[in-house]
């Protein structure tokens, strides 16, 4: 829906009218954030607990920018249907990690924040975290002359046999040592 014709457009509303709402679920995530910090901060952190700080970033990162600065309707909405999907996948994140401790906690912020938005407004939930699977984010498994010279190899392994020891270049591998004496 098209708040910029309205009286009052969604960013004003959500400053005024549910303001209370979004105080809840901002505190609410603080402190399920603070006790997985805890948890994350140990010598040996809990099975499950790393993936769930991680995650938890990704959902106060953008309700944390529409608490405390001033923005639009349409980036106010952008925000909080940002942080529905990353609460979403959460949630799941959280049963499959088998902490439940967090799991009712985060179901009722869940549906906090469902409530937040606008009638006839929707949110499309991702079914995975497309973050982890897309090649822009991780860096190169190996570094680029190694890619060409195993190119080169595979070029004159197709070749003769013979004309592959012709061409092969010999590679040299040196090991340094320090020795340390004790005086």
Not at 161 to 181: D, E
Request: aromatic share 8%; proline share 3%.
């Amino acid at each position: 829906m098209n708040y910029s014709n309205s009286k009052i457009d969604y960013y004003t509303e959500l400053k005024t009218t549910l303001h209370d709402k979004l105080k809840t679920l901002v505190n609410g995530l603080k402190v399920i954030s603070g006790e997985l910090q805890r948890l994350y901060s140990r010598k040996c952190p809990p099975s499950g607990t790393i993936t769930l700080y991680r995650t938890i970033k990704k959902v106060t990162k953008p309700l944390y920018s529409l608490f405390n600065h001033k923005g639009n309707s349409d980036k106010a909405l952008r925000q909080l249907k940002e942080a529905i999907v990353n609460l979403n996948l959460l949630v799941r994140q959280a049963v499959e990690e088998g902490t439940n401790k967090f799991k009712n906690q985060l179901q009722k912020l869940e549906q906090l924040a469902i409530s937040l938005l606008p009638k006839n407004e929707g949110v499309q939930l991702a079914l995975f975290d497309e973050e982890v699977f897309t090649a822009n984010n991780r860096q190169p498994r190996a570094f680029k002359s190694f890619l060409e010279w195993l190119e080169n190899l595979k070029y004159n392994y197709s070749r003769k046999f013979t004309a592959v020891k012709k061409n092969c270049k010999s590679i040299r591998v040196q090991q340094l040592s320090i020795c340390l004496t004790a005086t």
